[in-house]
């Protein structure tokens, strides 16, 4: 399921990446996970009142972390997220 998944972010990783003329080296990648990491502390402070709401409704600000996280602990729909960031439907059934 998880190797299944991960060739479905490959596929649109690649597809972003060439539709933008990146080149995804390591570099690149790098620079990709801090660039992630970064929009997640953003949407979270925002939600959580530590920052700017940019005139963001809590529904805005719910989906907006809901975008940039996978944390279950806030009950996040992470399927639906996936499919508005990445634009794909995550295969998230146990079979191959």
Request: glycine share 4%; no cysteine.
């Amino acid at each position: 399921m998880l190797r299944r998944l991960a060739d479905q972010f490959e596929t649109s990783s690649a597809a972003y990446a060439a539709a933008n003329g990146i080149e995804r080296d390591p570099d690149w990648f790098f620079l990709k996970l801090q660039e992630e990491v970064g929009e997640l502390t953003q949407a979270w402070n925002r939600l959580t009142g530590r920052g700017r709401r940019r005139d963001r409704t809590p529904e805005e600000l719910d989906r907006d972390l809901a975008d940039e996280t996978a944390d279950r602990r806030n009950d996040i729909d992470l399927a639906a997220a996936i499919e508005r960031k990445w634009r794909f439907e995550p295969a998230l059934t146990s079979k191959s």
